[in-house]
T-cell receptor, first 113, second 115 residues
């Protein structure tokens, strides 16, 4: 069975702090894809990044970085120098065969000015 | 480029009424998904279509829910009769193909309140 666990329900940080959002996944498939989405207070879901199971290179995009480790089945998301605009709910998702996504329960991040 | 378009953005109706939610996927996308989001259950996949054909409707809660995709540019999710427990945000998403490596692109959602 497929499963995505985001153990952190809510996180609060002060602006400019770094924060890491954890994502642990379960699957027996050897080919799979992992995604992160952001849901700001306005409610829409915004695609942030995709990673496939054969590419363990970390990725950095501005203040965002992602650490994929197959050995621990984790795909963690770090925001450096957080800003108030980063306040949102962040979802991790797993996709295997077909295009059905398995979403985690989300982590609500609040950045305090 | 236009994203996924959902209508209405908000719907408030009384219990027992029929509700129809609409979705226009991104042009050229072949897969379409309906999700429901609540505080208690998070994001739930209700049904998804590939090339207008329903592939998996196992997430549809019960017979009161039905979804159609008459053509590649339009889909509806209907609840009849509606109940207060159906109150949620309903999202439509589309992706270019039915392959697992494709991100899903979400609409802004319909916030449904059943009184």
């Amino acid at each position: 069975a497929q499963k995505v666990t985001q153990a952190q329900t809510e996180i609060s940080v002060v602006e400019k702090e770094d924060v890491t959002l954890d994502c642990v996944y379960e699957t027996r498939d050897t080919t799979y894809y992992l995604f992160w989405y952001k849901q700001p207070p306005s409610g829409e879901l915004v695609f942030l990044i995709r990673r496939n199971s054969f590419d363990e290179q970390n990725e950095i995009s501005g203040r965002y970085s992602w650490n994929f480790q197959k050995s621990t089945s984790s795909f963690n998301f770090t925001i450096t120098a957080s800003q108030v605009v980063d306040s949102a709910v962040y979802f991790c998702a797993l996709s295997i065969r077909g295009n059905q996504f398995y979403f985690g329960t989300g982590t609500s991040l609040t950045v305090i000015p | 480029d236009a994203g996924v378009i959902q209508s209405p953005r908000h719907e408030v109706t009384e219990m027992g009424q029929e509700v129809t939610l609409r979705c226009k996927p991104i042009s050229g996308h072949n897969s379409l998904f309906w999700y429901r989001q609540t505080m208690m259950r998070g994001l739930e996949l209700l049904i998804y279509f590939n090339n207008n054909v329903p592939i998996d409707d196992s997430g549809m809660p019960e017979d009161r829910f039905s979804a159609k995709m008459p053509n590649a540019s339009f889909s509806t999710l209907k609840i009849q009769p509606s109940e207060p427990r159906d109150s949620a945000v309903y999202f439509c998403a589309s992706s270019p193909t039915g392959r697992s490596n494709q991100p899903q692109h979400f609409g802004d959602g319909t916030r449904l309140s059943i009184l």
